[in-house]
């Protein structure tokens, strides 16, 4: 090649234009000697943070933490209780393979009751009152009495087991003021001295000689007990839990010990592998009045006066919720348009009265109304106005549609306790107050309306709880379909057709 200045100049060999020429060949004997040495300096340091030790005739299985981050102290957690080296040594290789996979959890003391105690603080704020007062008593009453005593991290499957077992067969409560909680053999007993002619007081003082038990039972708790007994019948006082309480209980603890493991307090969810009771199916069935004996209701309720007679046709016409027409203000009542926005509830917590938002987006809902609901209502505040002049300045205005006579709100179960005394009246068939909303449901869908718009008005979240609960109760529903498909599929019957069929 000739440069610059016109002479020529040797630029030797070219240079190579392959990358790799310059690599060392790999050697596998050298691959296997390192893959072998770094095994091995994995298992020293697992070896360090996790050894065998022999304390009198047990073996322990001791594990080295991380050092305390605030204080900077050694910290050594002991698992106990192997009867031979054979044992611990699994135990630690399990151990070990749990602490890789970040599913080690540190050995604690904390028992069950504890924990559960600090979970229902915990999720207090993030439930509503109503929720959050079932999860305590389930707990407290159901749980915390039998393995609170335990520890959290000894919990498993069969203790659950054995505890469901134990709810099924006597679980029931202490005996309370309501009545509650009191064996058949009292019942049976208090029974046979009132049928005696013995007074309350007087059949209270001779269980109270008879029977240990009922040591402290008083007039008003046997009258309590009474009347329970009449409600719910003879097979109430057995002295365990219903399987549907104790499928309960079940499902509150599923939550609770699932907090523990994301809390890092368990592996794994002990309740994922117990087997609490099969509750048996309930018949597909609710019961309904029909719109004969609905209208009765309604008549006899407006011509006798009843002061909530505009509450009765308001449930009876909308599918309202009990607390959701309770819980109704003015300011949500559009009466010259027809409608009205269920915006809050009002439930009963023990004494108290809890004003909360319906449970879900769907139940905050619009309703449009007809016009004799309308009417009922125009009535109603009319003369809820002349009985507030009457009470004069000790009236408390809540600014409620339905109210007690100074002006506060009505508790839920006066009002349903006040619906079943006046349908008693009239000797029809006994319906709670929840059948209002399943009569107006199955008479909705029986007329042909879109189960859309009753999911809507009923504000359930989606269309197929509407359907579960109310389909069965209508079968010309499935006859419908049934002739409707026909049709497309074979053309429509004339009515001479159904009749040489049917001869």
Known sequence: MVDGFGKERDEGPLPSTNRFDDVRPIDPAEVLDHARSSASSDREDRSMRCSVVKKGARYFVKIELDPDPTTGKRRQKWHSGFRTKKEAERARIDLLSKFDRGEYVEPSQQTVGDFLEEWLVAIEPTLKASTYNGYR??????????????????????????????????????????????????????????????????TADRLQEEMEEAAHITKDTLASLLRRQRAVGPGDSAAGLDPSTVKAVHVVLHKAFGAAVRWDRLNRNPADRADPPRTPRKPDT?????????????????????????LWVLLATTGMRRGEAVGLRWQDVDLEAGTLAVIQTIQSMGSKL??????????????????????????HRKRMLEERMLVGADFSDEGLVFYRPDGS?????????????????????????????????TLALKQGIHPKVVQERLGHSTVGITLNIYSHTNPTLHAEAAEQISDLIFGPHSPSQDVAERE
Do not use: C
Not at 155 to 177: E, I, M, T, W
Not at 295 to 310: N, V
Not at 368 to 377: E, F, G, I, P, Q
Not at 409 to 434: D, G
């Open 409 to 441: 709100a009505l508790r839920p179960e006066t009002v349903s306790a006040s619906f079943l005394r006046r349908q008693k009246e009239l000797e029809l068939p006994r319906l709670t107050i929840k059948g209002l909303r399943h009569t107006w449901a």
């Open 354 to 379: 809890l004003v909360s938002e319906p449970k879900t987006a769907a139940g905050r809902r619009p309703i449009a109304t007809d016009k004799s609901t309308v009417a009922a209502l125009r009535d």
């Open 286 to 310: 609710v019961k309904t009045w029909s719109a004969d004996k609905l209208r009765s209701f309604l008549t006899w309720s407006q011509s006798s006066g009843d002061r909530e007679h505009a």
């Open 137 to 202: 008593s389930k707990m407290r009453n159901h749980a915390i009495p039998y393995i609170g005593s335990l520890r959290l991290t000894k919990v498993d499957a069969g203790a659950l087991n054995g505890l469901y077992a134990q709810l099924l067969a006597s679980g029931r409560r202490k005996p309370s003021r309501t009545g509650k909680g009191y064996s058949a053999a009292v019942v049976s007993r208090a029974l046979e001295l009132r049928a005696e002619g013995l007074t309350l007081q007087a």
